[in-house]
């Protein structure tokens, strides 16, 4: 055991769909290295009990906003960077530990298992000596292979979620603990005994906007992990929900147990899979839902204001492109929001580099014609041509750049230098918008995030189309495993039976099931 660990910090994250036409390049990730990385959580900085207890170096972690698949040439890019950084770490302090910071479900172009081909890199440089213990969303999609390369591996608990930090700080945790006071030995003269690793797949694929974990059965589902965890004998439990817009063998349910006493271990990871399937056929979407007309129509109907409508097929924090006009155009279309004394409706957003800039250059107050939208994801409908007032300017933004609001009749289109997701009150407010005080707000967004949710008097999921589409059969995966449901029919209970994963240091034999 290690009196006081060195661990390195490395990871890459980004939630990615295939089905959108737009690619995620190096710039979106946003990278921080070293220090950087160390002061963005707060949990292992040196006055933290982690930082105490333990010496933390950063080599490179990336969080993209999720958008479409990763480039091969960005991945290289950034994961050379990683080996790089790592390869120096290395070459001057020996390292116990490794926190792998990612998400889950970030696509490669010509890599399958994107993260566990980083992991692998990874190893290459620390060796596998070093103990790996990976913190995940849970709407990750998590391989046998993935499971192999780590020693320790942990998802969120929530949906929206509300433990990220304190995820990501369980598994450091996990790892320190597992490090300093592990109750067997060593190995090679340097790690402890790894703890045993179980893990069951399940064929449920599903998005997030039926597996909240604020409604059933979602609810009760992870409501089950800590009860598994507090069995002595196990270091962790989780379950991944995975995630349904990439087109992978890896994608769909998982559940992973880690500990020290194999049949607890395994007798847990088959429990919470059991809970998971005989639930399966109640999955249901988090709220009403209807075509977008159809939400609009309820809108207009409604006495509760502000009513909002997620407009989910295009949704950007899901992989959504962020940049189709499908949901605009009809909603300028109706003749209840011509004028500027029709309903007052909030529609966030449209990226449009080129109208951002007219709009600017024009100023607050001025009339302009500009043309947005559609400059990548043109599969439903094209770029939307505009005329109308602009209402405010703000530069500085971390991921539109500069935004603008264009009153067009009573409609206020927020349009972007490039893509952003509006999660926040403070999001509307600082461009001068008021939605409390909104007749109606549509927001390209799944789930409404819970301060969406706190404002809204009442609202609507539209089942619009697009690169994340909630109708999951007609987007057309072909490299799945099959049956799944619910593409598929189940007349018998699948096999969920638990596998013991090896070490990495191990071989893995077998195919993945």
Not at 357 to 384: K, M, W, Y
Request: hydrophobic share 40%; net charge negative.
């Amino acid at each position: 055991m290690v009196e006081r660990p060195a661990i390195a910090i490395a990871g890459l994250a980004c939630e990615t769909s295939i089905f959108t036409p737009s690619r995620t390049l190096a710039p979106a990730f946003h990278a921080k290295r070293g220090h950087e990385i160390i002061e963005k959580y707060p949990f292992i900085r040196k006055d933290a009990s982690l930082g105490k207890t333990a010496d933390w170096h950063g080599a490179l972690i990336g969080h993209a906003l999720p958008g479409g698949i990763v480039t091969r040439a960005c991945f290289e890019e950034l994961a050379g960077e990683i080996i790089d950084r790592l390869r120096a770490i290395v070459s001057s302090t020996t390292i116990h530990g490794l926190w792998y910071d990612i998400h889950g479900a970030m696509c490669v172009e010509g890599i399958d298992d994107s993260e566990a081909e980083l992991l692998h890199r990874i190893r290459q440089v620390i060796g596998h000596d070093v103990v790996v213990s990976a913190s995940m969303d849970l709407h990750g999609n998590v391989s046998r292979e993935l499971v192999h390369q780590t020693d320790l591996i942990t998802c969120y608990r929530t949906a929206p979620h509300i433990d990220v930090h304190e995820t990501k700080e369980r598994a450091c945790r996990n790892l320190v603990e597992l490090l300093t006071k592990s109750p067997v030995g060593k190995r090679a003269g340097i790690c402890p005994v790894l703890p045993i690793k179980v893990w069951i797949p399940i064929p449920v694929l599903l998005p997030g906007e039926q597996t909240s974990t604020q409604i059933e059965p979602a609810k009760h589902i992870f409501a089950a992990v800590p009860g598994a965890e507090s069995k002595r004998g196990v270091i962790d439990a989780a379950i991944w929900v995975g995630y349904p817009w990439a087109d992978e063998p890896r994608n769909r349910a998982v559940v992973v147990v880690t500990g020290w006493d194999e049949d607890t271990v395994k007798n847990e990871a088959e429990r919470l899979s059991q809970v998971f399937w005989d639930a399966h056929e109640d999955f249901d979407f988090v709220g009403p839902t209807g075509s977008f007309d159809e939400c609009v129509d309820a809108a207009m109907e409604s006495k509760k204001h502000p009513f909002f409508i997620s407009d989910s097929g295009d949704n950007p924090t899901a992989g959504g492109s962020g940049d189709m006009t499908w949901g605009l155009i009809r909603l300028l279309a109706r003749s209840e929001f011509k004028q500027s004394f029709g309903p007052t409706v909030i529609y966030a957003s449209v990226p449009g580099a080129k109208a951002v800039r007219t709009c600017v250059d024009a100023g607050i107050g001025a009339t302009v014609t500009v043309t947005a939208g559609a400059e990548v994801d043109n599969i439903h409908s094209g770029p939307l041509t505009m005329t109308g007032r602009v209402h405010a300017i703000k530069r500085g933004d971390r991921d539109a750049r500069i935004e603008v609001v264009l009153q067009v009749g009573s409609v206020f289109t927020i349009l972007t230098a490039l893509r952003k997701p509006y999660h926040h009150e403070q999001d509307f407010i600082d461009l001068d918008l008021k939605p409390r005080e909104a007749d109606i707000v549509i927001v390209k967004i799944g789930y409404l995030e819970p301060e969406l949710h706190n404002m809204a008097a009442d609202w609507r999921l539209a089942l619009s189309p697009g690169g994340v589409d909630q109708d999951l059969k007609r987007l057309g995966h072909t490299r799945i495993h099959r049956p799944m449901y619910p593409f598929d029919d189940f007349n018998e209970t699948p096999s969920l039976s638990a596998s013991i994963i090896p070490a990495s240091y191990e071989p893995l034999l077998g195919p993945e099931r």
